[in-house]
């Protein structure tokens, strides 16, 4: 394996057609283990760029709920680099130099490994970028209204900065980033090529910035393919909004083709090399076998059960803002493994932890851990959590004493509530008596522990947070609104999908030139 570079890059249009790519990627590499074709594995092999851990926040976000089969949804994190070092200038135009995360998709693939949706970010919305690592070691302080593409340029990383993007997106969507991957112009190019191209539709004639494409259904490889995904001027409206779409429905059409095509060794072949010699991934990725085996885990989604949704969204200027509460419901969504309408594609049963092994809690302590807990999931509209970040943090709001009183009305609220905590780092957790009824969940604090609270607060959004003179340090009251007991979010969730996802979703199987009227 060989690791070009710390931070690292990769293409506009293309993090999205990751996720299959790999698929097909997983078969080659199974097949080139064995007699003759271990040449060509060793070769994937080394194909492989990594960038370094030391740049990923150490205070983030669970992992989501383990399903009752034993399943875990992923996040992975497909990012796009405009870069024109390294020889993409050829394709991209313009001068060398650092790129922005031009193409960002969140794919949430759910506990089944069946379902998976994809949450377009647009380059120019405004965000809180929290501390990320510099060349020299150092951190940067948390900056916010940043464009959501900046975060990649941090540091001026010849490659870019993958780890500050992921931890961006953490602390923007409180889901921990289980893996991210990174395409540059070369690569995309030389994937559809090796695909013989793909089908798209064009929405009008194109004649301008060096680009010539006629309207219509049209089969693109190569440069074309690459114009036709990461161009805005010519197309539509020239909105990053339009290009998105465009985006959405290429990834549809690739998932398509390489899915039909199933795994014919001259399709997979020039498509592993081509795959892996323009990805950058993280460390645990960081190989042909690792990869294999990523992708084996994806083979069984089908186009139906995949759905493409950009985050709400409205203008702020030339900027782009979150639309709330439909962004804050998007994210618990997701947090909850939940489809956008709310069901569950599994049933879930307690959250994983991130970095120590779950305790498991009596009905009157939970017993300690000893690792270090990671942090609890990113803030609601009503708890503001502390920021995930790798920067030198504060106090370990785990490490804070709670007692959960149990207000809901069920039996063994409190008890649940215990062992979540325990499964989230919490290390001294004590169920308290049960407490008259109340509607809302509360959380009391002792002085100097109004951090801790909040963060406690947004495991369970809603919860109202307010000094108790009497505590000793988290007392966690648990209403009607947190019946369940765990750490799943609120027990209603929408009926309907919001009107900010469902006017921004775009199901992979719709026609080509379904909804491109924004470009």
């Not at 293309?14 to 080659?28: E, K, N, Q, S, Y």
């Not at 069920?410 to 780092?425: D, F, K, M």
Request: hydrophobic letters at 35%.
């Amino acid at each position: 394996m060989s690791d070009k570079s710390g931070p690292a890059a990769a293409s506009r249009g293309t993090g999205r057609r990751l996720a299959r790519i790999a698929g097909a990627t997983a078969a080659v590499l199974v097949l080139a283990t064995a007699g003759a074709g271990a040449w060509f594995y060793h070769r994937l092999d080394q194909n492989i760029s990594t960038f370094s851990a030391d740049g990923v926040a150490t205070n983030r976000p669970p992992a989501g709920p383990t399903a009752a089969g034993g399943g875990r949804p992923v996040n992975i994190l497909l990012l796009g680099s405009d870069t024109r070092s390294d020889g993409n200038g050829a394709l991209g135009g313009g001068d060398e130099g650092v790129g922005h995360s031009d193409t960002a998709i969140l794919l949430h693939v759910y506990a089944d490994h069946r379902h998976a949706v994809g949450v377009s970010v647009p380059r120019d919305t405004l965000v809180t970028v929290p501390p990320c690592k510099l060349p020299n070691g150092t951190w940067t302080s948390e900056r916010s209204s940043q464009m959501f593409n900046s975060a990649f340029t941090v540091g001026l990383y010849p490659q870019g900065n993958p780890a500050c993007t992921q931890n961006t997106v953490e602390a923007l969507t409180g889901l921990r980033v289980d893996h991210t991957i990174v395409v540059d112009f070369k690569g995309f190019a030389a994937m559809t090529d090796a695909l013989h191209g793909v089908d798209v539709c064009v929405p009008n004639d194109v004649d301008s910035y060096g680009i010539h494409l006629t309207k219509g259904r049209r089969t693109l490889s190569g440069q074309q393919a690459l114009d036709y995904v990461r161009a805005r001027h010519g197309f539509g409206d020239g909105s990053d909004i339009g290009r998105m779409k465009r985006q959405q429905a290429f990834l549809s059409s690739l998932i398509k083709k390489v899915q039909g095509q199933g795994f014919d060794l001259t399709t997979l072949l020039p498509l592993a090399d081509a795959a892996t010699r323009s990805l950058t991934v993280d460390e645990e990725l960081g190989s042909a076998m690792k990869l294999a085996t990523f992708a084996q885990s994806l083979q069984d989604i089908k186009l139906a059960d995949i759905s493409f949704v950009t985050v709400p969204w409205e203008y702020a200027g030339a900027r782009v803002a979150l639309v709330h509460p439909d962004v804050d419901t998007l994210w618990e969504l997701l947090r909850q493994d939940r489809t956008l309408d709310g069901r569950a594609t599994a049933p879930a049963t307690t959250a994983t932890p991130t970095t120590a092994t779950p305790t498991t809690a009596t009905p009157t302590t939970a017993t300690p851990t000893t690792a270090t807990p990671s942090a609890p999931a990113a803030p609601t509209p009503s708890a503001t959590a502390a920021p995930s970040t790798g920067a030198p943090a504060g106090p370990d709001a785990t490490a804070a004493p709670v007692t959960v009183h149990n207000a809901s009305g069920a039996t063994g609220t409190a008890g649940r509530a215990a062992t979540a905590l325990a499964a989230h780092g919490y290390r001294e957790v004590v169920v308290g008596a049960n407490t008259k009824g109340r509607n809302t969940t509360t959380v009391g604090y002792s002085s100097g522990h109004k951090a801790a609270a909040e963060q406690l607060a947004a495991l369970y959004p809603g919860a109202t947070v307010r000094p108790d003179p009497e505590a000793d340090g988290l007392v966690l009251t648990l209403g009607q609104d947190h019946a369940s007991g765990d750490t799943s979010g609120p027990v209603t969730l929408p009926s309907g999908i919001p009107t900010g996802i469902s006017s921004n979703t775009r199901p992979a199987d719709s026609d080509l030139c379904a909804d491109l009227s924004f470009g």
